[in-house]
């Protein structure tokens, strides 16, 4: 029995005899019989001459950040993304990188920046607290939702230098333990 692969998720497909063959993948839950492909012709130059009657710009160069990837070093549209580019010329990235990396295979969490996707260093823990912070007050709780002090830990973006804080595990798990109690109303 010659075996079938699946044309969306081409994984091979070995099907019993007695059964019969399958009907849909049992991977991807895709229909077997069900693909169908389409081809389509591109005339490129017509391409190229509805972007030249652009409403916008007569020069489609014009336009900020048309046919650039932001990876490309030069101005992007988002400013905060691979901020580190900008001290290439003076310092060894590639010494950064690894110096990164080694610092990373030391870390429990590795959170990825919101900003540039790329992995936080932990760079230490802060206590809150005092008149620095103000708990807010929850009737159902009747009391604060975080008690003072906190602790929060910081991450360092290793690519654009965002800062992110999580709490400490100990004051996540009172917040567990404070939101799990019953309320009173």
Known sequence: MEP???PWCQSEI????EIGPEEHCP???NELKGYR????EMDIEAEADEASEDKYSEDPEEVVGFNQPFWSGETTLDPGVRVLEQYGDDYDLISYEEGVEKALDHQDEVPECIHCREYMLFA??????GEGFQPVQLPHLQGPL??????V???VCSGCFQVQYT??????QRLIQRLSKPSVE
């Open 124 to 129: 230490g823990k802060q206590a809150m607290g």
């Open 167 to 172: 709490l400490d595990e100990d004051d996540r």
């Open 4 to 6: 079938i692969v699946c």
């Open 153 to 155: 830990n910081m991450y």
């Open 146 to 151: 975080l008690s003072s002090p906190i602790h």
């Open 14 to 17: 070995v099907w019993d005899e």
């Open 37 to 40: 492909t389409i081809n389509v």
């Open 27 to 29: 991977h991807c839950e």
